[in-house]
């Protein structure tokens, strides 16, 4: 594995928020106010997702290839997002990674963990 490129790879998503919006928008698109709603809905850390924070990390997502923004005509006029094919197969193999670390993680004091890490 060539760590050093996979960690700036990842640099790009690695804001506090990025796989919360990336995750939800790899479900389908959304306007910013149901994201924001779902992504405070499933913290559970106590941390909320503030409006401020969520558009600079779509704007930031965007630029960098992974969320498409798209205007809405209607009255009034909506703002919809949807992650791109790429984030969007991104997600999934995070999910598989996720999974295997879920069924193969050691517990936190077993064998081959110091001090409880």
Same mark, same amino acid.
């Given at each position: 594995? %060539? /760590?050093? =490129?996979?960690? &700036?790879?990842?640099?790009? +998503? @690695?804001? @506090? /928020?990025?796989?919360? +919006? !990336? #995750? %939800? ?13 779902? +992504? %405070? ?5 106590? *941390? ?9 990390? !779509? =704007? *930031?997502l965007e630029d960098a290839g992974y969320v498409s923004r798209r205007e809405v005509r209607r009255f009034? =006029?909506?703002?919809?997002? /949807?992650?791109?094919?790429?984030? &969007? &197969? !991104? ?8 999974? /295997?670390?879920?069924?193969? #993680? ?7 963990? &110091?001090?409880?890490?």
């Amino acid at each position: 594995m %060539n /760590w050093p =490129r996979f960690m &700036r790879f990842l640099g790009s +998503i @690695r804001g @506090r /928020w990025d796989l919360a +919006i !990336l #995750a %939800n928008l790899a479900e389908g698109g959304a306007r910013p106010t149901d994201l924001l709603d779902a +992504i %405070n809905e499933q913290s559970r850390d106590g *941390h909320r997702l503030t409006w401020k924070v969520m558009r600079d990390r !779509l =704007r *930031h997502l965007e630029d960098a290839g992974y969320v498409s923004r798209r205007e809405v005509r209607r009255f009034p =006029r909506e703002t919809h997002y /949807w992650a791109t094919e790429f984030a &969007r &197969r !991104l997600v999934a193999e995070l999910d598989s990674l996720d999974a /295997w670390y879920t069924a193969n #993680a050691p517990a936190p004091d077993g064998p081959g963990c &110091r001090d409880g890490q």
